[in-house]
C-alpha cells in the first residue's frame, strides 16, 4: 500500500475499534515522520482530551520523543495512570512503509472498570469459610475441656496412670465433649494414647454406667 491507501486503513480500523469498545475506547493514528507526531486521525477524543493536529501525547505532554526509543517499537496493553488519577490502558503499533510511518494508538479508560472491580472484590471478600472456622472453633473448645480436665487429675499426660486417664475421659463424656468431630483422635494425641484405647475407655465407661458403677466426678 502506498501513504494514502495505509492511512486510509488504518482510520477504518480505527473507527472500528473505537465503535466496538464504545466511548471509553479512544483509537488514533500518529504520524512519526512529523515533529511531534501529530495526530491524523481520533475517535473518542475525550479519553485524552485530543483532536486531530494535536502533538500531545497521552501523559499530556508536548514535544518530541526519542524515536530510536518510541518509533521502533510497539507497545501493548500499558498502563497509563494520567494527571487528573484515571488509568488507561494503552496500545501502539508502529506502522513502517517505504513513504510511510505511522502509529496505530488504542487507549481504553478503564478506572471505573477497575474501582467497580475492586468494590466487587470488597463486596465478596470473607473472613474465612464456615465449615472451616466451624471446625476450628470447636477444636478450640475441646482443647480448653482437655485443659480444664487436665488440671482437674493434676498431673501431666506423661506421668498419668490409667485411672487417671479414664478420670479424663469420664468428665470429658459427660461433657458430651466427643460429639465434636474428630474427638477422639485429638483427645487421644494429647493424652499420648493411641485412639484405640480412647474408644476402648469409652466403652468401659458406657458398661460401667449401664451398670450403675460409674463413679461422679
Known amino acids: 500500500m502506498n501513504r494514502e491507501e495505509m492511512l486510509n486503513f488504518l482510520k477504518n480500523e480505527a473507527r472500528g475499534i473505537a465503535m466496538m469498545f464504545g466511548p471509553n475506547c479512544e483509537t488514533l493514528v500518529h504520524d512519526m515522520t512529523r515533529p511531534g507526531h501529530p495526530v491524523l486521525v481520533i475517535f473518542n477524543g475525550t479519553v485524552t482530551g485530543r483532536d486531530i493536529g494535536s502533538t500531545a501525547d497521552i501523559f499530556g505532554d508536548i514535544g518530541d520523543y526519542d ?30 512503509g517505504e513513504d510511510y510511518h ?11 472498570m477497575v474501582r467497580a472491580t475492586q468494590m466487587l472484590s ?36 506423661e506421668t498419668m496412670k ?29 493424652l499420648n494414647v493411641s485412639r484405640y484405647t480412647v474408644y476402648k475407655y469409652m466403652h468401659e465407661l458406657e458398661e460401667a454406667e449401664a451398670a450403675g458403677s460409674v463413679v461422679q466426678d
Open 67 to 96: 524515536e530510536s526509543v518510541y518509533a521502533k517499537k510497539d507497545y501493548v496493553n500499558q498502563l497509563v495512570l494520567s494527571r487528573d488519577g484515571r488509568m488507561i490502558k494503552s496500545t501502539t503499533f508502529n506502522v513502517v
Open 102 to 112: 505511522f502509529a496505530l494508538g488504542i487507549n481504553m479508560d478503564v478506572t471505573n
Open 122 to 157: 470488597e463486596i465478596t471478600a470473607t473472613s474465612g469459610e464456615l465449615q472451616q472456622t466451624l471446625l476450628q472453633d470447636a477444636r478450640s473448645q475441646l482443647e480448653e475441656l482437655l485443659r480444664e480436665c487436665i488440671s482437674a487429675v493434676g498431673k501431666e499426660p
Open 162 to 190: 490409667k485411672t487417671d486417664r479414664m478420670r479424663i475421659i469420664r468428665m470429658l463424656y459427660k461433657r458430651r465433649a466427643f460429639t465434636y468431630q474428630k474427638a477422639v483422635a485429638i483427645v487421644a494425641e494429647r
